[in-house]
């Protein structure tokens, strides 16, 4: 999953992105455009929100199917003409080839498996074995097909809502409201003192794994006061500094979006209070134990008495970029250590 971090949004956009983009707001607000644009589209295919993946020699790929290809398969497995009305818009090609995602959930999955010799694959494992562009690319997708699946009626009326061609949006046309898709703020903070940094574990996490702190902004709060009660309703201490990182889409459990920033904490108030509704371990890291876990995964942590050895979430996490930067930080001063 891609990172946008401060210094990578203030490059502009580039002329082609720009057109890019206006043709993608066309079609999400032109339906009979739109409709014409599905017949000469891509397909990216999902069941039950499982995004299909091939392998091809040691590579994942997600195989994007036309139009024709995917009316051969449906017709094949006794789908409707409606299938295309499911499918929402996910992006375009430079070329502007428009890529839409599908979700087959209805159909046997076993059968469009072999037909198309590959396999929907749970998106947990999908996002880490596809290339980067791929995973961004996947993420999002989910995340609109799963909040087309979940916002099926008006929440004031009960009554059925209808997506527009692009699927941007669902409208009630009982009582006249607009929905259009949401992901729920979260903040990331890696809190350190100077010299450490502070890492926790929940229960359901893999084990050996810890990351940053993290949490849901409450509504009607800042991202500022949401790291401050975050840190403090998780491990009781006040944070003195806080410097944004970057952001990320991160489709779990549901589409976050995830606000990563470092924070500093200082002076006689190091004694982590860690709240064990929330947490199951806190503690502080030096740089040399952050920098061992760093070259540890899930495999090679595992000791021979069957205990883990502390690691860190992949790279596709925002959480990766934040431990990695303060190890740069702490490398690159290290008169800073207090
Ligand atoms: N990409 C990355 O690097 C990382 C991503 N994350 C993600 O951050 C998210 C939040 O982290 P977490 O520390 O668990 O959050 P919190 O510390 O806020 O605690 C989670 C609890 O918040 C409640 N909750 C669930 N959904 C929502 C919501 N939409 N709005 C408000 N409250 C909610 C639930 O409690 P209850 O059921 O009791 O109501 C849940 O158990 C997770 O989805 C996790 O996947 C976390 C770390 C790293
Ligand atoms: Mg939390």
């Known amino acids: 999953l891609s990172h946008r971090s401060a210094a990578c949004c203030s490059r502009m956009f580039s002329w082609m992105e720009a057109i890019t983009t206006a043709y993608l707001n066309k079609l999400k607000e032109d339906d009979s455009l739109c409709r014409q644009a599905q017949t000469s589209g891509t397909f990216y295919l999902f069941h ?9 020699g040691k590579k994942y790929l997600i195989p994007q199917l036309s139009a024709a290809e995917m009316k051969r398969i449906l017709e094949k497995f006794k789908e409707t003409e409606q299938w295309i009305e499911k499918s929402v818009l996910i992006g375009c090609s430079d070329e502007h080839v428009p890529h839409f995602a599908l979700d087959l959930g209805a159909s046997e999955k076993s059968v469009i498996e072999a037909e198309l010799k590959g396999s929907f694959t749970d998106l947990r494992k999908a996002l880490f074995v596809v290339d980067e562009k791929d995973s961004t690319l996947l993420a999002s997708a989910q995340a609109l097909l799963r909040w087309h699946d979940s916002h099926q009626y008006c929440s004031k009326t009960g009554q059925p809502t209808q997506k527009n061609i692009a699927g941007s949006k669902r409208v009630c046309h009982a009582s006249g409201i607009t929905y259009y898709p949401q992901a729920s703020p979260v903040v990331i903070i890696l809190v350190s003192d100077g010299s450490r940094c502070l890492l926790a574990r929940q229960p359901s996490f893999p084990e050996g794994m810890f990351t940053a702190l993290s949490g849901f902004c409450d509504l009607g709060e800042a991202v500022e006061e949401a790291a401050r009660r975050e840190v403090a309703e998780e491990v009781g201490l006040e944070v003195e500094s806080l410097r944004y990182s970057a952001s990320q889409h991160w489709p779990f459990p549901s589409s976050c979006l995830m606000i990563a920033c470092h924070a500093l904490v200082r002076g006689q108030q190091l004694k982590i209070s ?50 990695n930067e303060w190890v740069k930080q702490q490398t690159s001063q290290p008169t800073q250590v207090q």
């Open 48 to 56: 039950n929100l499982s995004p299909f993946l091939r392998k091809v």
């Open 274 to 323: 860690m709240n064990s509704l929330e947490l199951e371990e806190a503690r502080w890291f030096s740089l040399e134990e952050i920098v061992d876990g760093l070259k540890r995964g899930p495999k090679s942590a595992k000791q021979d008495n069957g205990s883990f050895l502390p690691w860190f979430p992949p790279k596709q996490a925002v959480a990766h970029q934040l431990i």
